[in-house]
């Protein structure tokens, strides 16, 4: 089973940045779609963006221009910076891969992002 690891998390101003980072433990990693999901208390996890194997992303509306996601393959690391914080960004994210029917791995402890105005 894939272990996933995030880190980067923290308390930031609004319009400040963060960059989030995500280890897989496993090579297989490198052929998944990755994805930054993010869950408030109460709420849905949504998926914030997602990067193919082959670099092509997409993201959610609210945060196009604002968040980057990007991945090292050969450090099985999947990333994402974000810029232009807002209040609403303030979740726990987590990363996962991303299927049809759902990610599929065990998901991991995720990191807190805390924006404040």
């Known amino acids: 089973q894939v272990q996933l690891v995030e880190s980067g998390g923290g308390l930031v101003q609004a319009g400040g940045s963060l960059r989030l980072s995500c280890v897989a433990s496993?090579?297989?990693?490198?052929?998944?779609?990755m994805g930054w999901y993010r869950q408030a208390p109460g709420k849905q996890r949504e998926l914030v963006a997602r990067?193919?194997?082959?670099?092509?992303?997409n993201y959610l509306d609210s945060v196009k221009g604002r968040f980057t996601v990007s991945r090292d393959n050969a450090k099985n690391t999947v990333y994402l910076q974000m810029s232009s914080l807002k209040p609403e960004d303030t979740d726990v994210y987590y990363c996962?891969?991303?299927?049809?029917?759902?990610?599929?791995?065990?998901w991991g402890q995720g990191t807190q992002v805390t924006v404040s105005s």
């Open positions: 496993e090579n297989i990693f490198r052929i998944n779609t």
């Open positions: 996962n891969n991303v299927r049809n029917w759902g990610p599929s791995w065990s």
């Open positions: 990067i193919t194997s082959g670099g092509t992303t």
